[in-house]
């Protein structure tokens, strides 16, 4: 995993193209139009794939800047939960704790502290995705309608493809 600036700049891209319903029809429409252009060497359908695929992406741009603010705050949180635990005496701390204790102190030991704090972010980060887009989607209705309508996209291209076909 490729780390800049302590985050995981093509993991977060993974999840946004591969996980995501508009990353999914983003690909869907860019695939369908080369398809179609090289199989079939319709050109009309171009314009119009193009026009979309530029709205999706920038609905990929915008879910992937929502995944690293959040990843961004969930690496906050991690580091400040380590600095407590770190700065508390190990027998005050529950089990749990106490196992990230230990944990720290042999990545401390082997130099591995970043990779540890990267670890225990993305754990987390991908334990509380679906939680966050959950209440995401509730405060923003219009992502969740663009999600929707992504299908209706993909089922439209796939219907053009079938189309020029015939």
């Known amino acids: 995993m490729i780390f800049i600036n302590n985050t995981p700049i093509f993991y977060l891209a993974r999840k946004v193209l591969f996980d995501s319903t508009i990353g999914l029809a983003f690909l869907f429409v860019i695939a369908t139009t080369f398809f179609v252009y090289i199989e079939f060497n319709v050109t009309w359908i171009m314009p119009f794939n193009g026009i979309v695929a530029l709205f ?17 705050a969930i690496r906050q949180e991690c580091v400040a939960n380590i600095n407590r635990i770190l700065h508390t005496a190990p027998d005050n701390l529950s089990e749990d704790e106490q196992k990230i204790h230990s944990n720290i102190s042999d990545a401390r030991q082997r130099g591995l502290m970043s990779v540890y704090v990267a670890k225990l972010s993305l754990s987390y980060f991908n334990n509380h995705l679906a939680e ?3 209440n995401f989607y ?3 209705r219009f992502l969740k309608h ?8 993909m ?3 796939a219907i053009i493809l079938i189309y020029a076909r015939l």
Do not use: G, M
Request: proline share 0%; with cysteine; glycine share 0%.
């Open 56 to 72: 999706l992406s920038l609905a990929c741009l915008r879910s992937y800047r929502n995944n690293l603010q959040y990843y961004t």
């Open 132 to 134: 966050w887009n959950k």
């Open 138 to 140: 509730s405060k923003h």
């Open 146 to 153: 663009s999600n929707n309508a992504s299908l209706v996209l």
């Open 155 to 157: 089922i439209l291209s």
